[in-house]
């Protein structure tokens, strides 16, 4: 699938600010499930933007305006394609196939993996990985005694769904697993979360996804899921607001251990303390995979193709995003009642 991307926020301060300086992820990622094609980044007032990766790969553009200002806007517009349509899953077993992953059973037990993998095992901002969380995970793998790494994460992803409602406003952008567990309801990030929680207890490393629903048009197209390491796939994409796997409407921009390494704004400055904040995230379709073979070095080559034209439209652009907030964490109306279901073979 094939989507334009637009992702604006907006700060009015009540009176003028100085000294703020920014860092924003906002670019999709490019790996092997996606090729960010293009992206632009509009900043007003005008600031100097310094691009790199963060230690998980994120590209991250930081900035500042040093000089007073009333109001701040970072406005992101990304070309991204996704190796799938949206009813095929981006990774894990393809359709009619078997699953190969290992007992997960035997995991917790492998030093090798997880030292290769700790940082995504252990305790992290808004994953405590307590008693409550351990005594869950434990009840999960006693339905299945023998069961593979790659069914116990649709398990737990399918237990996520069915034990929190979907309830915008019940928690904070702040929340972690225990208070989301005490009051039974949160958004899309909190269901994230209580995956990571289950899956790092179970010993499957499990990762944060920021991103977005391609196909959803309006401002519930921001959206988070999780990612688990499962041997011999890698990195499996699941989204536990809906219960079932990543497919090609899911539009990743950055991965952490938690939401507190992918923060789509993050910032300070000197002045007022009153800020109004305006989000607004519009996706549209623009073409799906018919007709384009996708194994093929001819599709790869003419994705690396656009993608060094893209990089060259933004070294003439040199335009450039704020604060703190996550206009992604409370989304996904749309998700929660879209049921991405897991290919037929693995059910």
Known sequence: MRYRITHRTAYTYATPV??????????????????CLDFGLAIDPPATVIVFDDYYGNSVHDFSVPYLHDHLSIEATSDVVTFADVD???????????????????????????????????????????????????????????ASAYAFLREAATYVRERLAYKVGSTTVHSNVAEVLAGGSGVCQDFSHLLIDLCRHAGLPARYVSGYLGDVAESEASHAWVEAF????????????????????????????????????????????????????????VGDLRGIALNTGRRRGELIQYQTLGAMKQLQRLGAMSQSLGGMTQSMENARGTNLDWPASMR
């Open 18 to 35: 100085h000294e703020s300086f920014n860092e924003v992820r906002l670019r999709p990622a490019s790996d092997e499930h996606q090729t």
């Open 230 to 285: 499962v041997p011999p796939y890698g990195w499996v994409g699941v989204d536990p607001t809906s219960g079932g796997p990543c497919t090609g409407r899911h539009v990743k921009i950055a991965v952490g251990r938690d939401y507190a390494d992918v923060t789509v704004v993050r910032g300070t400055y000197r002045g007022g303390m009153f800020a109004e904040l305006d989000v607004a995230v519009r996706s549209e379709v």
């Open 88 to 146: 095929q899953p981006l990774s894990g077993p393809g359709r009619n196939e078997p699953d190969r992953s290992p007992p997960v059973a035997g995991l917790a037990g492998d030093k090798a993996f997880a030292d290769d993998h700790a940082e995504f095992l252990f305790p992290s901002t808004y994953v405590a990985c307590d008693e409550t969380t351990a005594g869950l995970t434990q009840e999960l793998l006693s339905r299945d005694l023998t």
